[in-house]
């Protein structure tokens, strides 16, 4: 199974610089959930934005057109691997429940294959340079929990399960 993570504002933003341009621990902590246990894709891209190191407890699969690269980085992490060959990535894993992480292109060219969705929509609006905002006629909402607001999560959200409807 093959399931899209990602959060964006109300103008479906996703990245600024390379980075999440809003602090949501709550945010934080669902993702951690959702993807501990499980191999996560993202491209070069997202990696980096995250200072370049792995999260833990979960595989961790760059995808890059040179990963040859970064042979040395994914040397030092038995958690870690960079490829260029995302399809044969997902034909690899394609009997385990594996999240992807983005960026935009990495969404883009697996929204096919994509079975599920785990959405927080940020009611506010941010600035930056990297947006997604995909069809989703082909899925349906099948859950929704609401997002917790205060001091250290200021913006209203909430977290949305998305599933692709069978033809």
Known sequence: MLIAIYAHDRQHLIGKNQQIPWHLPND????????????LIMGRTTFEGMGSRPLPHRENIVVTHHPAHYK???NQYDNLQFTADLMGVVEKLKDEVVYISGGAEIFNQLWTQVDELRITP???IFEGDTYFDPDLSDFECYKIEPGGQDEKNPYPYQFEY???RQA
């Open 28 to 39: 934080m902590r669902f993702f951690k959930a959702q993807t501990t246990g499980h191999p």
């Open 72 to 74: 040395d980085l994914s």
């Open 122 to 124: 940020i009611d506010a």
């Open 162 to 164: 998305w599933r692709r």
